[in-house]
């Protein structure tokens, strides 16, 4: 098989180095460039066989990253080469990724235009309403998000945990492991732990959910919605890091792509050497950026708890273990 992106001595050697590594897996050296070669062909052959457009062939081997050593280990000498081998797994993945893509945009559709409908009957609503919408346990449904300055966050974390409200005339009734959380959260220790694991994934409570946890803490619910909207802020801000990180590794690629094609047709000396460094640190750079992202989480993590709420790390981590083994306690779920 004949590749713009790949000569023919160089797809010969590229089979050769599989079939050597196939026998000596202990050789990291030849792992890592079968390895990047693998990367290569994954990245470009979909625009070759106008499979995928070019901004879409760095998700696909992303989407691919993780099989690679299984294809490395695959292959088997015959009538194919290596590069054969890999375009013919190109053809079969893509199918499945072009499916799985469409798939998630026509569930990203369907949300959006849930949520579109669900903002125009609210609007709706409250332009017909003259008094205050009240919710199903009587306390008012907050219209927009309430967040206070992260500075104000300290100041509130001790009001939610010193200023219990009393229980006001709608009663929530609870069930039995429920009764028993409240009844330990009582106890001021226990309050503070809990408030403080609440804000590592605050992104977690949904309307509903807060005015219970709100009853079980005997505080003010819009409290509790600002303490528990801002962490939500900062963990949405998080979420945007992740996404200019994931941006900036795809540059990285591509520039990857780039520096590699140069390569083979360079001839001067001082031009390939200067190359050759680009190159080294690119990859680098490369790296450094996929294992960030890969070692980012999904909640604020308990640093940030602790410069949040202006408490000790320490803290922050045994609260979060008692308040696990008093939640296995207290609940099923």
Request: charged share 25%; proline share 3%; hydrophobic share 35%.
């Amino acid at each position: 098989m004949q590749c713009p992106y790949f000569s023919d001595i160089q797809s010969k050697k590229l089979t050769s180095d599989v079939l050597n590594f196939q026998k000596n897996r202990s050789n990291d050296q030849l792992h890592a460039a079968v390895h990047l070669a693998t990367q290569r062909l994954l990245y470009t052959l979909p625009i070759y066989f106008r499979i995928l457009q070019e901004e879409d062939c760095c998700e696909f081997l992303f989407y691919c990253y993780d099989t690679i050593d299984h294809y490395i280990d695959s292959y088997r000498e015959g009538n194919l080469s290596y590069l054969g081998y890999i375009s013919q797994v190109v053809r079969k993945r893509s199918r499945y990724f072009v499916t799985l893509r469409r798939t998630k945009k026509m569930k990203e559709q369907v949300i959006l235009e849930s949520e579109q409908a669900e903002t125009q009957y609210e609007q709706e609503s409250y332009a017909s309403e003259t008094f205050e919408q009240q919710g199903i346990y009587g306390k008012p449904i907050f219209t927009k998000i309430n967040l206070v300055p992260e500075e104000s966050m300290p100041e509130l974390f001790h009001l939610l945990i010193d200023n219990r409200e009393k229980p006001g005339e709608n009663q929530i009734i609870f069930n039995p492991s429920q009764k028993i959380l409240k009844e330990k959260l009582k106890n001021k220790v226990n309050r503070k732990r809990f408030i403080i694991m609440l804000a590592i994934s605050p992104h977690l409570m949904n309307q509903h959910l807060l005015i219970e946890l709100a009853a079980i803490l005997d505080v003010d619910v819009k409290l509790l919605d600002e303490y528990l909207s801002t962490a939500t802020k900062i963990l949405d801000s998080k979420k945007q890091t992740r996404e200019i990180m994931e941006q900036t590794s795809r540059r990285h690629f591509r520039r990857l792509m780039e520096i590699q094609g140069a390569l083979q047709t360079a001839t001067e000396v001082a031009e390939r050497e200067k190359l050759l460094r680009l190159q080294a640190w690119t990859e680098r750079a490369f790296n450094t950026k996929i294992q960030k992202i890969r070692e980012m989480e999904f909640h604020l993590s308990h640093s940030q708890i602790s410069t949040l709420l202006k408490i000790p790390k320490g803290t922050v981590a045994s609260s979060v273990h008692y308040v696990k083994f008093m939640l296995q306690e207290c609940l099923d779920e």
